[in-house]
């Protein structure tokens, strides 16, 4: 079974600052999606990136950037120029392949990322 | 398009007690899924549906739920008998069919069982 793996339960940023979360997942798939999700206190889960992984290339969503490294089954999740808005709970998720039926997403257990002013 | 809407949004019951939670997807989202959320954890996988076809439960999924999604559109997940254990945020998020397609998650419903 897929698994995923963020071994910072909490990390801190000062504003304007960058931080970095850690992903790792275990698979023995090829094809499959990535997926960074936000969710700020008592609102709704909102996805922040997502990499495909038979794309070398890493995904870039305006202040934020993914490290994919695929042979390494890593994911890191790059914020830059924090803002106290970013402040929220991190998801990193995997989402089972084509074929595998659901393609559901199996989720880490998150990072609590605090923004300090 | 208003998103993945649930309701209730919270809800207090007594150990033993039957409650349902109600999920309406986006409009024309074929893919329909339950997820759990305790506290200090990530969503965990319960159900899902594509169309009116439940087409996968996870064994998080006692005998005590059910869910339906009758007509493919709103679902309702049913908690018969609640216990403690069942104190939980109840998730539904919607997609359409696809791996590459972006599922959209709700508010959530928390259930607290006292």
């Known amino acids: 079974a897929q698994t995923v793996t963020q071994s910072q339960p909490e990390m801190s940023v000062q504003e304007a600052e960058t931080v970095t979360l850690s992903c790792t997942y275990d698979?023995?798939?090829?094809?499959?999606?990535l997926f960074w999700y936000k969710q700020p206190p008592s609102r709704q889960m909102i996805l922040v990136i997502r990499?495909?992984?038979?794309?070398?290339q890493n995904a870039t969503e305006n202040r934020f950037s993914v490290n994919f490294q695929k042979a390494a089954k890593s994911f890191s999740l790059k914020i830059s120029d924090s803002q106290l808005g970013d402040a929220a709970m991190y998801f990193c998720?995997?989402?089972?392949?084509?074929?595998?039926?659901?393609?559901?997403?199996?989720f880490g257990k998150g990072t609590k990322l605090t923004v300090n002013p | 398009d208003t998103g993945v809407s649930q309701d209730p949004r919270h809800k207090i019951t007594k150990r033993g007690q039957n409650v349902t939670f109600r999920c309406d997807p986006i409009s024309e989202h074929n893919r329909l899924y339950w997820y759990r959320q305790t506290l200090g954890q990530g969503p965990e996988f319960l159900t899902y549906f594509q169309n009116e076809a439940q087409l996968e439960k996870s064994r998080l999924l006692s005998d005590r739920f059910s869910a339906e999604r009758p007509k493919g559109s709103f679902s309702t997940l049913e908690i018969q008998r609640t216990e403690q254990g069942d104190s939980a945020m109840y998730l539904c998020?919607?997609?359409?069919?696809?791996?590459?397609?972006?599922?959209?998650f709700g508010e959530g419903s928390w259930l607290t069982v006292v």
């Open positions: 698979t023995s798939e090829s094809d499959y999606y």
């Open positions: 998020a919607s997609s359409l069919t696809g791996l590459g397609n972006t599922i959209y």
């Open positions: 998720a995997y989402r089972t392949p084509r074929g595998g039926g659901s393609e559901k997403l199996v």
């Open positions: 990499q495909e992984a038979y794309k070398q």
